[in-house]
């Protein structure tokens, strides 16, 4: 009979902040099921005018920093094992997975509630196609991690680009929306109008949808942590940073969305560009 392999030991620390990033996904899901009330106020914190998705969504970057963490820390105290990757994959399912998904159906479900459509037929089919494509992007980022298990080796130092949009970004290009959408929109828009709620309801529903595509696609992605904390830099490179770090100051908002657009949009217009080059004769 064959004898169970037992865990001998787990990394600590490294361990605890993954599991932050899960609990941040967890609180994402808790704080988005709340809608889209507002004033509300944060433990002893003073009441502000962040809505509950706006605070899920901020969960969710909250994640992505403890995600960004768990990886540096265990290669700095050179605890980095097959465990640790299992637990980060978990965690990211519940991160970047469902809570993006169960933030964007809430979202949309509340925008739904403010159009009457003539034909009920209209109203149940946007509902469910909604619903499809919540369910389709949690279901793609679950395959993405599975896969990325499957394919990864244990030193991540190693990896400079990746196969399909890591799920960290997929969550961040639907939660850039949300949050964009909460705290700048809204305010500008003031009474919302039924074009305002349509253009939401489309807007974030199909770009959930493409980027659970991206997730499972085989396009290329930079692996930016690596590409940026790794090597010697150049004058160039340390004034886009600080420019990157000027726009955030600048706005935050705003710098998400073209920041994780940008990059999703990234990977697909060169993957574009190279099949078109080599769909090319060669110049004679």
Same mark, same amino acid.
């Given at each position: 009979?064959?004898?169970?392999k037992?865990?001998?030991?787990?990394?600590?620390?490294?361990s605890?902040i993954?599991l932050?990033?899960g609990a941040c996904g967890?609180?994402?899901?808790?704080?988005? =099921?709340?809608?889209?009330?507002f004033?509300?106020?944060?433990?002893? %914190?003073?009441?502000?005018?962040?809505?509950?998705?706006?605070l899920?969504?901020?969960?969710?970057?909250?994640? %992505?920093?403890?995600?960004?963490?768990?990886g540096?820390?265990?290669r700095?105290?050179?605890?980095? =094992?097959s465990?640790?990757?299992?637990?980060?994959?978990l965690?990211?399912?519940?991160?970047?997975?469902?809570?993006?998904?169960?933030?964007?159906?809430k979202?949309v479900?509340?925008h739904?509630?403010?159009?009457?459509?003539?034909?009920?037929?209209?109203?149940?089919l946007?509902?469910?196609?909604?619903?499809?494509?919540?369910?389709?992007?949690?279901?793609?980022?679950?395959?993405?991690?599975?896969?990325?298990?499957v394919?990864?080796?244990?030193?991540?130092?190693?990896?400079?680009?990746?196969?399909?949009?890591p799920?960290?970004?997929?969550?961040?290009v639907?939660?850039?929306?949300?949050?964009?959408h909460?705290?700048?929109?809204?305010?500008?828009?003031?009474e919302?109008?039924?074009?305002?709620?349509?253009l939401?309801?489309?807007?974030?529903?199909?770009?959930?949808?493409f980027?659970?595509?991206?997730?499972?696609?085989?396009?290329?992605?930079?692996?930016?942590?690596?590409?940026?904390?790794?090597?010697?830099?150049?004058?160039?490179?340390?004034?886009?940073?600080?420019?990157?770090?000027?726009?955030?100051?600048?706005?935050?908002?705003l710098?998400?969305?073209?920041?994780?657009?940008?990059?999703?949009?990234?990977?697909?217009?060169?993957?574009?560009?190279?099949?078109?080059?080599?769909?090319?004769?060669a110049? =004679?």
């Amino acid at each position: 009979m064959r004898k169970k392999k037992r865990l001998k030991y787990i990394a600590v620390l490294p361990s605890v902040i993954t599991l932050i990033n899960g609990a941040c996904g967890f609180m994402a899901i808790a704080f988005a =099921s709340r809608g889209p009330e507002f004033n509300w106020g944060f433990f002893v %914190m003073r009441r502000t005018g962040m809505s509950f998705f706006a605070l899920a969504g901020y969960m969710i970057f909250l994640a %992505m920093i403890a995600d960004v963490l768990d990886g540096r820390v265990a290669r700095l105290t050179r605890t980095t =094992s097959s465990f640790g990757g299992q637990l980060d994959s978990l965690s990211d399912a519940i991160s970047f997975g469902v809570a993006p998904a169960f933030l964007m159906l809430k979202l949309v479900e509340f925008h739904l509630q403010h159009l009457n459509f003539e034909y009920s037929f209209f109203s149940i089919l946007i509902e469910r196609s909604v619903f499809f494509a919540a369910i389709f992007y949690a279901m793609c980022a679950v395959l993405r991690l599975a896969r990325f298990n499957v394919e990864n080796v244990e030193d991540e130092a190693a990896h400079m680009t990746f196969a399909g949009l890591p799920s960290p970004a997929a969550g961040g290009v639907v939660v850039s929306l949300v949050i964009f959408h909460q705290q700048i929109l809204s305010g500008i828009t003031g009474e919302a109008t039924w074009m305002f709620h349509i253009l939401t309801v489309s807007v974030i529903s199909l770009t959930t949808l493409f980027a659970g595509i991206l997730m499972v696609s085989r396009i290329r992605y930079p692996h930016v942590a690596n590409q940026l904390l790794r090597g010697k830099k150049t004058p160039a490179s340390i004034l886009t940073i600080f420019a990157c770090v000027l726009f955030i100051v600048w706005n935050l908002q705003l710098t998400m969305v073209v920041g994780f657009c940008g990059f999703a949009l990234y990977g697909v217009l060169r993957w574009v560009v190279n099949v078109f080059w080599k769909k090319q004769p060669a110049a =004679s």
